[in-house]
């Protein structure tokens, strides 16, 4: 069982940037495929950023070039948001995705909210 949790949301102006945080409770995620997904009410959770395990990172189109996922070497996963307007207020969800066994975890969500 991997838990996570995430941290560094809140709310900014448009044109502002924010750093999420996503600390696991294991030991690596060195064989975990990394996903941030976002949430509105009554929409669909959307997959924002996504970086393998090999292979390239990849963006939903609303985000390319403001947004930036990374990670450090263990177990904690990061999404930069740079120029943020309105339309990316959401509650973010950190994913984690075991590319063997398939096994699948979540954060609890962190509320982003972009206005003026």
């Known amino acids: 069982q991997v838990q996570l949790a995430e941290s560094g949301g809140g709310l900014v102006q448009p044109g502002g940037s924010l750093r999420l945080s996503c600390a696991a409770s294991t030991f690596s995620l060195r064989l975990y495929t990394l996903n941030w997904y976002r949430q509105t009410p009554g929409k669909q959770r959307e997959l924002v950023a996504s970086l393998p395990v090999t292979g390239r990172i990849t963006y939903a189109d609303s985000v390319k070039g403001r947004f930036t996922i990374t990670r450090d070497m263990f177990t904690t996963v990061y999404l930069q948001m740079n120029s943020l307007k309105p339309e990316d207020t959401a509650v973010y969800y950190c994913?984690?995705?075991?590319?063997?066994?398939?096994?699948?975890?979540w954060g609890q969500g962190i509320q982003v909210t972009v206005s003026s």
């Open positions: 994913n984690v995705r075991h590319s063997i066994s398939e096994r699948d975890y």
